[in-house]
């Protein structure tokens, strides 16, 4: 896999975890409108800053990155706090939590690319 594929592959991933978060969002705003504002903003924010970076070099292309990373830990942390409530399905936050990982992971190595 070549490096430039990656971070297409990562940008790829950030959507499939919205289209996880899709029916959840619904079911958590009828409990916290507000955490489901933080975890809709969170997880947008991932996919546009990966994007984002696809456009930029160096400084500005490292930038977007951590703030996609940033946005996946915040992402992470809501979806933990979601399913401590009850607010949705445990499956489903499972597989969000799947998702969010592996794009964090993605993220992480395009950060930090191995020698």
């Keep these: 896999m070549t490096q430039a594929r990656?971070?297409?592959?990562?940008?790829e991933v950030s959507l499939q975890l919205i289209d996880a978060l899709a029916p959840m969002i619904r079911t958590v705003a009828q409990?916290?409108?507000s955490l489901m504002d933080q975890l809709r903003r969170a997880a947008q924010s991932i996919a546009l800053n990966l994007a984002e970076?696809?456009?930029h070099r160096a400084?500005?292309?490292r930038l977007?990155?951590?703030?996609?990373l940033g946005s996946a830990?915040?992402?992470?942390?809501?979806?933990?706090?979601?399913?401590?409530?009850g607010y949705a399905d445990g499956a489903q936050v499972e597989h969000a939590l799947e998702l969010v990982?592996?794009?964090g992971a993605m993220t992480?190595?395009?950060?930090h690319p191995r020698r």
């Design 73 to 85: 830990y915040e992402t992470r942390t809501a979806l933990h706090i979601i399913g401590r409530w």
């Design 101 to 103: 990982d592996r794009v």
């Design 59 to 61: 400084g500005n292309r």
């Design 108 to 111: 992480y190595r395009l950060l």
């Design 53 to 55: 970076a696809l456009g």
């Design 6 to 11: 990656i971070p297409l592959q990562a940008l």
């Design 64 to 68: 977007r990155l951590e703030t996609a």
């Design 31 to 33: 409990h916290d409108r």
